[in-house]
């Protein structure tokens, strides 16, 4: 009788040969590009460092791509990008101490919109680890620690032979739902000094399966086929985990009206029947979704945007499936499934019972025909021109990438991405200068489309300096900046708390010809002439820049009383 653990797979004679006689000229970091190369990566994104130079020096002997950003932070969100549109872990090589710690945000960032990041960061040699003072350049007590509280996992290597099975379980961390970034730190002295280890030829990193709880979905399919006024609230989890088809279907054989969060844009089409769209900040939605006796919400931990600031108090049953175990429940009791928004939809289409509602639609009708007279009262012309001049600009199946500015805030409302993964914006942390370096990590992710960023000129002059980064790579991003002379939110908010703002106005740098320093072409746009340059600039081959000096406003809260 043959015993699984008898069975042994053995090495042929070749490999055998090339473990017994690796190629000379090898170090640590070569163990790191290898094992990346043998997990599926084909890109890397980064920053060289002194430190770390081990490992960008095997990248000249590997077949990896090499994306250099001139800000580690930037070179973060690029990675993050990547990781959105591919699904895949994206590699991030950083440098010891200022080097790791200028990522943080963009980690941050990362771990709040479960984006799959594998950072491998160098550190101090390995004599100075374990917290004393050795006066070494770049050093911290714990650099560890710094991202212990950011990230999903922390990995940190002593030996060379521990490289690939760190890397390989950071890999694995990161794609298990919920996706998100990880941390790997090798010391610069195991990454330089040459090694015998065999070349790295294989990996075994499947993320693991979190399927649902069969119990809990009999309740929640129940509870479901049952409700006379069902509603559903799709967040980013939904498009994470590839589920909008399946999201679809089960709407439609519950006839429950979906709305979708800011993370979840374009997870349920904009203009079908049962769409709320994304007016989810809107108090006649908040409302609507009260007054469901059963609300599912998927992939949405109903934090702050997606929950109207904490106004929105649901009088029914919420059945809140969610794969990251911090935010199931976390904000309102429920009935909740801990899994990933695909196999637990799966179950629900397979359990629960048609349902029939002539009048759902017309509720979805009414209650956006009131949000809509509550936005034309204000008479906010100009930011729905400007949208849909950008909607109309934008091929249907290119990638937007919003930075935290008015234009994004309008967007995660009322702008239709199109499809699922195609609009981006930082709300998971909500940090400044996201827009532009993420665009670019999404052209590289898929040259053959056009991708737009859109920032304020706040948030712009934080990534300013990738222009070049655009420029070295030739990568096709149109970079739209609205100029108002200053932080224009925090203008408003300020004005709106205190009657007038501080800290708020900055000095305006000739935009154009900065972009076309780089070798970057510019243009100077206006509401009337936007669509067609951004078109145009969509349009051609490479880097552009559309500049549009405009001061916006936002519409009115609903949450303030």
Same mark, same amino acid.
């Given at each position: ?87 895949? %872990?994206? +590699?991030?090589? #950083?440098?010891?101490? &200022? ?5 943080? /945000?963009? =980690?941050?960032?990362? !771990? $709040? ?91 075994? %990193?499947? +993320?693991?399966? #979190?399927?649902?709880? &069969? ?5 929640? /399919?129940? =509870?479901?086929?049952? !409700? $006379? ?114 196999? $637990? ?114 948030? $712009? ?101």
């Amino acid at each position: 009788m043959t015993h699984d653990h008898d069975l042994v797979l053995r090495p042929t004679a070749t490999q055998t040969e090339a473990a017994l006689n690796p190629p000379p000229g090898r170090n640590g970091g070569d163990l790191v590009v290898e094992t990346l190369a043998a997990l599926g990566a084909t890109t890397v994104f980064g920053l060289p460092g002194q430190h770390a130079l081990g490992m960008f020096d095997a990248l000249r002997r590997s077949d990896l791509r090499y994306i250099g950003l001139r800000v580690e932070n930037n070179a973060g969100f690029a990675a993050d990008a990547y990781g959105r549109i591919t699904g895949e %872990a994206a +590699p991030l090589l #950083l440098s010891t101490g &200022p080097g790791a710690l200028t990522s943080l /945000a963009a =980690l941050q960032e990362a !771990a $709040a919109a479960s984006a799959p990041v594998l950072a491998i960061s160098s550190q101090i040699p390995s004599a100075g680890l374990g917290g004393g003072r050795h006066g070494y350049l770049h050093e911290l007590p714990d650099q560890s620690a710094s991202f212990r509280g950011v990230v999903k996992s922390v990995h940190t290597v002593r030996a060379q032979s521990q490289i690939p099975s760190a890397i390989e379980a950071a890999w694995k961390s990161a794609l298990t739902a919920p996706h998100g970034p990880v941390w790997v730190e090798i010391p610069q002295d195991v990454l330089l000094s040459p090694t015998l280890i065999p070349v790295v030829t294989g990996g075994d %990193a499947f +993320p693991e399966e #979190l399927p649902p709880r &069969p119990e809990l979905t009999a309740v929640a /399919a129940d =509870l479901l086929s049952n !409700a $006379a006024r069902p509603a559903i609230i799709a967040g980013g989890g939904v498009v994470r985990a590839d589920a909008s088809g399946k999201l679809r279907q089960l709407a439609e054989v519950l006839q429950a009206p979906v709305v979708t969060t800011p993370g979840g844009k374009g997870a349920f089409p904009w203009k079908h029947p049962l769409s709320l769209q994304s007016w989810i900040e809107d108090r006649h939605t908040t409302d609507f979704l009260e007054d469901a006796d059963v609300l599912l919400v998927v992939g949405s931990g109903l934090g702050e945007l997606s929950s109207n600031y904490h106004t929105f108090k649901p009088r029914g049953r919420v059945v809140q499936i969610e794969a990251d175990l911090g935010k199931l429940e976390s904000n309102h009791p429920a009935l909740g499934i801990h899994a990933d928004a695909r196999p $637990a939809l799966q179950a629900l289409l397979e359990t629960v019972s048609p349902r029939e509602d002539a009048q759902a639609p017309e509720r979805v009708r009414d209650v956006l025909a009131r949000v809509s007279d509550r936005i034309a009262a204000q008479e906010l012309t100009l930011e729905q021109e400007l949208l849909a001049s950008i909607r109309r600009a934008l091929p249907a199946s290119a990638p937007s990438f919003w930075d935290m500015t008015i234009l994004a805030y309008w967007a995660w409302s009322a702008f239709d991405a199109k499809g699922p993964n195609l609009l981006h914006s930082a709300q998971g942390a909500g940090g400044l200068g996201y827009g532009f370096p993420a665009a670019l990590g999404a052209a590289v992710a898929d040259p053959s489309r056009p991708v737009l960023a859109v920032s304020g000129d706040g948030g $712009a002059l934080y990534s300013i300096a990738e222009l070049a980064t655009a420029r070295q790579y030739d990568l096709n991003v149109t970079w739209l900046i609205v100029d108002d002379g200053g932080y224009g939110i925090l203008r408003e908010y300020m004005t709106d708390a205190f009657g007038q703002a501080t800290a708020t106005e900055l000095s305006r740098p000739d935009y154009v010809a900065l972009a076309e320093s780089f070798g970057v072409p510019g243009v100077r746009t206006t509401p009337e002439t936007l669509e067609a340059d951004l078109a145009k600039a969509l349009g051609e081959p490479g880097p552009s820049v559309v500049v549009l000096p405009a001061v916006l406003r936002m519409f009115a809260p609903t949450h303030l009383g």
